[in-house]
């Protein structure tokens, strides 16, 4: 299942994430820096959901009180949860 997070106060305006259980499938980025939010799903990809958030949770961005980067982590976990509620 491919889970689409509208992203809050960041310069991406959404993120799909594809999810194995509770390991980082895919993560595709729309808007922000292209260089970024290229390297960020490969550096991502086949770590648990606990391991980027213990990589990336609370990084901002300039004044921002959230990135692109920690948006990530709010993305993961709901799709996560989205994955849980939904029937087998």
Do not use: W
């Amino acid at each position: 299942m491919v889970y689409n997070y509208k992203t809050r106060n960041t310069c991406s305006t959404n993120i799909a994430v594809e999810l194995d259980g509770d390991v980082v499938k895919n993560v595709v980025f729309t808007g922000g820096c292209n260089g970024n939010l290229q390297a960020v799903p490969r550096l991502v990809q086949g770590l648990t959901i606990a391991q980027v958030e213990e990589r990336l949770a609370g990084i901002h961005c300039g004044f921002r009180d959230t990135s692109c980067a920690d948006q990530l982590v709010h993305a993961l976990k709901e799709a996560y949860a989205a994955q849980k509620k939904e029937p087998h």
